[in-house]
């Protein structure tokens, strides 16, 4: 069975970090990219970063850069999104995605508050 199970989530002080986890199972996880994003409430859901399925090439949001870090571990079948400086406007519920060919596979996603 194909699952993402996203974990790392909570409530953190602006200028606080978290580091965002997303283990997956059932698929090739190595030859897969593998991508975050986030969904804020009453707005739509927006890309926050990817990684190439060896890792080696990655890409962000705009509105993130410089805050953030998403790396992978093939081995542990894991990707992790590392985020700093975070502030209130980061608040939202962060989602793990792959495509596998045409199937769009999202795990259940986990609520980031930055409050203080």
């Known amino acids: 069975q194909v699952q993402l199970v996203e974990s790392g989530g909570g409530l953190v002080q602006p200028g606080g970090s978290l580091r965002l986890s997303c283990a997956a199972s059932?698929?090739?996880?190595?030859?897969?990219?593998m991508t975050w994003y986030r969904q804020a409430p009453g707005k739509e859901r927006e890309f926050v970063a990817r990684?190439?399925?060896?890792?080696?090439?990655?890409n962000y949001a705009d509105s993130m850069k410089g805050r953030l870090t998403i790396s992978r571990d093939n081995t542990k079948n894991t990707v992790y999104l590392q985020m700093n400086s975070l502030k209130p406007e980061d608040t939202a519920v962060y989602y793990c995605?792959?495509?596998?060919?045409?199937?769009?596979?999202w795990g259940q996603g986990t609520q980031v508050t930055v409050s203080s």
């Open positions: 995605n792959t495509h596998l060919g045409p199937l769009a596979v």
């Open positions: 059932g698929f090739t996880f190595s030859s897969f990219a």
């Open positions: 990684i190439a399925p060896a890792g080696t090439s990655t």
